[in-house]
């Protein structure tokens, strides 16, 4: 089954066209090491909960919108070697914390093991 990297991220508003520009680069260099779907959703209907929800998780502010991505990945495996890879890749070397067009502090990420894929 694959793997997958879900990350969920709270983006000013403004700034979502450097984001696209950034996802599109960063998907690039996934893909050309081994991802096989690059994955970036832009909120449109996100609701406020009253316990959890995506805006309360990421610390959304007004003037922001939530992002919901994912990597795919064949397996562990090769998403470990590729996103090695990815990071080693001379296209990421301006990517830091301090270039990003967002909060890197309230990114939530994590990897997944796939268990259903109908």
Do not use: Q
Not at 50 to 73: L, R
């Amino acid at each position: 089954m694959t793997y997958v990297d879900g990350y969920l991220l709270a983006v000013p508003t403004a700034n979502k066209k450097a984001y696209l520009t950034l996802a599109e680069e960063v998907s690039l260099v996934f893909k050309d090491h081994g991802a096989l779907s690059v994955v970036e959703n832009w909120g449109d209907d996100i609701p406020d909960g009253e316990v959890t929800s995506f805006p309360m998780a990421v610390k959304c502010m007004k003037d922001e919108t939530v992002v919901f991505s994912w990597v795919v990945w064949p397996s562990k495996d090769v998403r470990d070697a590729g996103m090695k890879k990815s990071m080693e890749d001379p296209r990421m070397k301006g990517v830091s914390p301090e270039s990003m067009p967002f909060d890197g502090k309230r990114l939530i990420f994590g990897g997944f093991e796939t268990i259903v894929d109908k």
